[in-house]
């Protein structure tokens, strides 16, 4: 009988060990399962970015090289010296980009790509005598028109790069093929930042009269551009200097004209006589509507609107496509008597030419 009663025991005892090792080794052999999943599911979901971005990227560069382009445009990097082979839609694509901001409504940015694309036709169509390092057609600064390559626009954009790409591609492509013409002819779409509530004529800021570079009124720019009141101050010793005028106290040293515009037509300075555009070259000023307060040593320029003043306002066709107009409607805002035509309509011979 004693015996029998250890056996009992022992078996009693080794029954929950046993149970208790299975139960480790099942928890030995499932945790590195348990463990691994998560770390499989991040690997995915990484991937799946990854994949995501690349395709997006891609997307992107399929839909820029879709577009049209029945000539390309040879624009010289100034910082390499280099000469890009760009086609032409692709062209106005990176212009646009790098001349108006891309949070603009998109019917202003539309009407930029038809001025970039309007510029570089006609710029092509007269053929001008001005010879480029490689052959170049145009550069890629305000000499022409401002071009940023896609590494350089995503070192101004940063995060922002690929809405923003992909909102002026859509007004690229939304109007390719599209130039601004009068009697038949592409215009000199000239634009600026920013007007002092009107635009101004050509003739009043360069030598020639085009009938429709005209006064407009641009009611917009006050309230929506930073750049509508700007300040220079600059020393007596400043202002004689980049004139080459010798100033005394009297206050009659400024006698000032103006255009219909209200920018300063002329400004005699200490006797010698400058236009409102030499003047405000000379002194670098935001514009040619601005006011003049001497300081003590000191004259201060107050400023209204943020460049030339002739055709148009970037920051006016923004408040236009703000209040709800189409492209076409600012562009003919603007440029006075202009229509919109296809290039095929617009420049065969610059068509023909590209094919040869």
């Known amino acids: 009988m004693p015996k029998r009663k250890i056996k009992q025991s022992t078996i009693n005892w080794k029954v929950p060990t046993i149970i208790l090792a299975s139960a480790l080794l099942c928890i030995m052999f499932l945790l590195p399962t348990i463990v691994v999943i998560p ?13 995501t971005n690349a395709t997006t990227t891609e997307a992107q560069a399929k839909q820029v090289s879709a577009l ?21 839609e692709e062209y106005v694509v990176h212009v646009v980009a790098s001349e108006m ?3 603009f409504e998109l019917e202003a940015l539309k009407a930029q790509a038809l001025a970039a694309r309007t510029y570089i036709v ?4 007269q053929k001008n005598a001005e010879e480029l390092p490689g052959g170049a057609d145009v550069t890629d600064t305000v000499q022409h028109q401002v071009f940023k390559n896609n590494d350089e626009l995503r070192q101004v954009w940063g995060q922002d790069y690929q809405w923003k790409i992909d909102k002026i591609t859509q007004a690229v492509s939304e109007t390719q093929g599209e130039i601004i013409t009068y009697n038949a002819e592409p215009i000199t779409p000239a634009f600026f930042s920013t007007s002092n509530g ?14 429709y570079l005209r006064i407009v009124e641009s009611p917009w720019d006050e309230e929506l551009s930073p750049k509508f009141i700007d300040q220079v101050i ?9 004139l080459g005028v010798t100033l005394g106290s009297n206050a009659a040293d ?83 008597g202009t229509t919109i035509e296809t290039l095929e ?6 068509l023909v030419q590209s094919t040869n």
């Open 39 to 51: 770390f499989k599911g991040e690997g995915t979901v990484a991937s799946s970015i990854e994949t």
């Open 68 to 88: 049209e382009s029945p000539f390309h445009v040879q624009v010289l990097r100034t910082a390499t010296n280099e000469v890009e082979k760009i086609p032409l």
């Open 101 to 103: 901001p891309a949070d």
């Open 122 to 125: 006609r710029f092509l169509m």
């Open 198 to 211: 009107y635009t101004e004529n050509s003739e009043d800021y360069w030598q020639n009269e085009l009938p």
């Open 234 to 242: 600059l020393t007596v010793g400043e202002v004689e200097q980049k």
């Open 254 to 336: 400024f006698q000032i004209t103006r255009t219909d515009s209200n920018r300063v037509k002329t400004a005699t300075i200490a006797g010698t006589t400058f236009t409102g555009r030499e003047v405000r070259e000379k002194l670098q000023l935001p514009s040619n509507d601005f006011t003049i307060t001497r300081k003590n040593d000191h004259f201060v320029f107050t400023t209204k609107g943020y460049g030339h003043g002739v055709g148009m306002s970037q920051y006016g066709a923004h408040g236009m496509a703000l209040e709800g107009k189409t492209y076409q409607d600012i562009l003919t805002y603007y440029y006075k």
């Open 345 to 350: 309509k617009a420049a065969p011979t610059l």
